[in-house]
């Protein structure tokens, strides 16, 4: 079975501050790895995604996360806080084949940005 | 090209009513998701539809039901509706229902049961 961990359900950083998000996984196959965002009463808007490929992956708005298989992360990560960027942000992971088909997601962590 | 639309974005029912959901998918996705998003439970998958045939399904009771149409267009049922209910569902597109094209959401329906 796949979970995913998001350590911090809410962090607070200044405007211009660098944004971390941390997520950890738990897979028993190679994992597909994804980063949304979501803004409120909205759906989710996909950032990134890792498909075992180049191990940092960027994405949009500015951001960017790293596989890192040893530690079982892919933490999400922005040099620069910007007061849009403020929103709840999930990880989510899928086995590789592809056979489960759905999405296991964290519980999220809501960016909140300081001016 | 347009993206996912769900209909309707808000409703509000009464508990033992029951409600149906509609999901359009972007045009040439074949794959349908639905997801339950409330802030005890997260967002918790529910079942995704390939050309028509329900591939998937998560942990929900049989109240919880979904079909999908020829044209790729998805519902979802419930039935006896009780205040648990109340959540965003959301509806995800896939090409083909692989993490491989990746899953683009709607903005989701916001289901009130009172």
């Known amino acids: 079975a796949q979970s995913v961990t998001q350590l911090g359900s809410h962090v607070s950083v200044s405007e211009g501050a660098l944004v971390l998000l941390r997520c950890n996984y738990s897979?028993?196959?190679?994992?597909?790895l994804f980063w949304y965002v979501q803004y409120p009463n909205q759906g989710l808007q996909l950032l990134l995604k890792y498909t075992s490929a180049a191990t940092l992956v960027k994405g949009i708005n500015g951001f960017e996360a790293e596989f890192k298989k040893s530690e079982t992360s892919f933490h999400l990560t922005k040099p620069s806080a910007h007061m849009s960027d403020a929103a709840e942000y999930f990880c989510a992971v899928s086995d590789l084949s592809g056979s489960a088909r759905q999405l296991t997601f964290g519980s999220g962590t809501q960016l909140t940005v300081l001016p | 090209k347009a993206g996912v639309t769900q209909t309707p974005r808000y409703l509000i029912k009464t508990r033992g009513q029951q409600v149906t959901l509609s999901c359009s998918p972007i045009?040439?996705?074949?794959?349908v998701s639905w997801y339950q998003q409330t802030p005890g439970q997260g967002l918790q998958f529910l079942f995704e539809y390939f050309s028509e045939t329900q591939r998937n399904k998560g942990n929900f009771p049989g109240r919880f039901s979904g079909r999908q149409f020829s044209n790729s267009r998805s519902e979802m049922n419930v039935s006896t509706l009780e205040l648990g209910d109340s959540a965003l569902y959301l509806c995800a597109s896939s090409l083909d229902g692989t993490s491989n094209y990746g899953y683009t959401f709607g903005s989701g329906t916001r289901l009130t049961v009172v």
């Open positions: 045009s040439g996705h074949r794959s």
């Open positions: 897979s028993s196959v190679p994992p597909y």
